[in-house]
């Protein structure tokens, strides 16, 4: 099993460039969440997704969109980066009835 | 205010001591958990260990224990025995809500800790 992986790891965009990061599970998890950390700091929720085609804001969602048309993907979108999105992104999942959040290996996006 | 406080930007440890992660938290919800996570260089974040608000006893998983004092809003993560793999970044992190956080964690700032030989 795979658990939870994220495309790409690392990307660089220009400002204004639109890209989508994919996270995608192989453990059945109802819960799907997208993160971001910033050089010393903690990593604070976008958004999330509570099962398949529901999404919901997390504390940052400014700049960002998801969808989840499917259990096992959640995907996260930049219609118009700025350099302020530069961080590091991390995808986690969670399943009903346990609060362990499994996470990603991360997404190193920069941009200029 | 912040949710989640970790006072300890950086510590200094020396092999095969214990060591105490500060962590406190802001919540007015009776139900509520708090987790640790060990980020290494690499980057990944790794699970550590759970205390929920209602469970009876500190939460302890190998090395790693939880001193878990509510009527302080504490929930310090212990390390014993520290190894050189213990280097990396701690998370402290806090889910709220008896729907069991499907809002997700709030994080602290974390706390560096590098062990030395």
């Known amino acids: 099993n795979a658990g939870v992986t994220q495309t790409p790891k690392f990307r660089v965009l220009k400002t204004g460039q639109s890209m989508t990061l994919l996270c995608a599970q192989d453990?059945?998890?109802?819960?799907m969440y997208w993160y971001r950390q910033d050089p010393g700091m903690g990593l604070r929720l976008i958004h999330y997704?509570?099962?398949?085609?529901?999404?919901a804001k997390g504390e940052v969602p400014d700049g960002y969109n998801v969808s989840r048309l499917k259990k096992q993907n959640f995907l996260l979108g930049l219609e118009s980066a700025a350099p302020s999105q530069t961080s590091v992104y991390f995808c986690?999942?969670?399943?009903?009835?346990?609060?362990?959040?499994?996470f990603g290996p991360g997404t190193r996006l920069t941009v200029t | 205010a912040q949710k989640i406080t970790q006072t300890q930007p950086g510590m200094f440890v020396q092999e095969k001591e214990a060591v105490t992660l500060d962590c406190t938290y802001d919540t007015s919800d009776p139900s509520y958990g708090l987790f640790w996570y060990k980020q290494p260089s690499s980057g990944e974040m790794i699970f550590l260990i759970y205390?929920?608000?209602?469970?009876?006893q500190n939460a302890t998983e190998g090395r790693y224990s939880l001193n878990f004092q509510k009527a302080r809003k504490s929930a310090n993560l212990v390390i014993s025995a520290s190894q050189l793999g213990d280097s990396a970044m701690y998370f402290c992190?806090?889910?709220?809500?008896?729907?069991?956080?499907?809002?997700?964690?709030?994080f602290g700032k974390g706390t560096h800790l590098i062990i030395q030989p």
């Open positions: 986690a999942t969670r399943e009903l009835l346990t609060y362990e959040q499994y």
């Open positions: 992190a806090m889910r709220e809500g008896a729907g069991g956080g499907a809002d997700g964690l709030t």
């Open positions: 205390q929920g608000s209602y469970d009876q």
């Open positions: 453990m059945n998890h109802e819960y």
């Open positions: 997704s509570v099962g398949e085609g529901t999404t």
